[in-house]
């Protein structure tokens, strides 16, 4: 399988390959046989119940996990890299170029916002560069991340110390730092799970709307189907390590996704839980 490049989309943008990939853990396959491709500037919701392999194959995506079995590529303007072969060096300038948003944000929570903004470039510095950044942002790093802050909403935060923010604010905060990145490919786990249905809304309907706006390829993990659906051209669904669909969100029957999380409940029950 493999990606073909959006027609709009920026020369600069990431594209993935999965091929036949798999993740073992024990006795456990928490991914099975997996293949995918997600062309540059692509926009895709990953979708299907706790424990389908979501978190998994976006690690696989950020070069954070390597497969026990098969492939996985990026692809960019100079080529396609197969991730578990890659040299320091490769992965270091891919990481550099690849953003995640964590389910636990992984922010520093005692620092102020912009220091948490910068931290979104510390792939591309050695240490002199990110403690100086860190500890003594010039101007034009201040104005980049202010700019920022105000895109997402909460430009008036950036002095503030992180951890007086609220969920919502915090959550910003982080895809400010992924966007200070200059990300060629955006991945979100859950972004968001832990606030409220309003605030949920909006958050998506900003990253898909950055991700137009900036042309980076965006691959999101959701729980809440209604938004995937709104939003995302594409889902793929996972079930128990395996791709369960992959088609154009107007293809697929609401059946089909209560299907998906109807057996999860079943299973549940099965097992006394």
């Given at each position: 399988?493999?990606?073909?490049?959006?027609?709009?989309?920026?020369?600069?943008?990431?594209?993935?390959?999965?091929?036949?990939?798999?993740?073992?853990?024990?006795?456990?396959?928490?991914?099975?046989?997996?293949?995918?491709?997600?062309?540059?500037?692509?926009?895709?919701?990953?979708?299907?119940?706790?424990?389908?392999?979501?978190?998994?194959?976006?690690?696989?995506?950020?070069?954070?996990?390597?497969?026990?079995?098969?492939?996985?590529?990026?692809?960019?303007?100079?080529?396609?890299?197969q991730l578990d072969r890659a040299t320091?060096?490769?992965?270091?300038?891919?990481?550099?170029?690849?953003g995640f948003v964590h389910q636990d944000?992984?922010?520093?929570?005692?620092?102020?916002?912009?220091?948490?903004?910068?931290?979104?470039?510390?792939?591309?510095?050695?240490?002199?560069?990110?403690?100086?950044?860190?500890?003594?942002?010039?101007?034009?790093?201040?104005?980049?991340?202010?700019?920022?802050?105000?895109?997402?909403g909460i430009g008036e935060k950036l002095?503030?110390?992180?951890?007086?923010?609220?969920?919502?604010?915090?959550?910003?905060?982080?895809?400010?730092?992924?966007?200070?990145?200059?990300?060629?490919?955006?991945?979100?786990?859950?972004?968001?799970?832990?606030?409220?249905?309003?605030?949920?809304?909006?958050?998506?309907?900003?990253?898909?709307?950055?991700?137009?706006?900036?042309?980076?390829?965006?691959?999101?993990?959701?729980?809440?189907?209604?938004?995937?659906?709104?939003?995302?051209?594409?889902?793929?669904?996972?079930?128990?390590?395996?791709?369960?669909?992959?088609?154009?969100?107007?293809?697929?029957?609401?059946?089909?996704?209560?299907?998906?999380?109807?057996?999860?409940?079943?299973?549940?029950?099965?097992?006394?839980?």
């Amino acid at each position: 399988m493999t990606a073909a490049r959006r027609d709009d989309a920026p020369p600069g943008a990431f594209g993935f390959e999965v091929r036949r990939a798999s993740v073992v853990y024990g006795p456990r396959r928490v991914l099975d046989q997996v293949d995918l491709a997600f062309a540059p500037g692509e926009v895709v919701a990953l979708v299907g119940p706790s424990g389908a392999g979501k978190t998994t194959l976006l690690r696989l995506l950020n070069a954070a996990l390597a497969p026990t079995e098969g492939v996985v590529l990026a692809t960019g303007p100079s080529g396609a890299v197969q991730l578990d072969r890659a040299t320091p060096r490769e992965l270091r300038a891919l990481r550099s170029r690849i953003g995640f948003v964590h389910q636990d944000l992984a922010l520093v929570p005692n620092v102020r916002v912009l220091q948490n903004v910068l931290h979104g470039r510390l792939g591309r510095q050695g240490f002199v560069a990110a403690l100086r950044s860190s500890l003594f942002p010039s101007r034009a790093e201040e104005e980049a991340a202010a700019r920022l802050l105000d895109r997402v909403g909460i430009g008036e935060k950036l002095f503030q110390r992180t951890d007086t923010l609220s969920g919502g604010q915090r959550q910003r905060v982080a895809i400010a730092r992924a966007l200070y990145q200059e990300p060629a490919a955006l991945l979100c786990d859950e972004p968001v799970s832990s606030v409220d249905p309003a605030r949920a809304r909006d958050t998506v309907l900003l990253l898909t709307a950055l991700a137009k706006e900036r042309g980076f390829t965006l691959v999101v993990s959701l729980h809440d189907v209604r938004l995937a659906r709104e939003f995302f051209p594409r889902l793929v669904a996972l079930r128990g390590g395996s791709v369960w669909f992959d088609r154009r969100t107007a293809e697929v029957r609401p059946s089909e996704l209560e299907e998906l999380y109807r057996l999860e409940r079943v299973e549940l029950l099965a097992d006394g839980s």
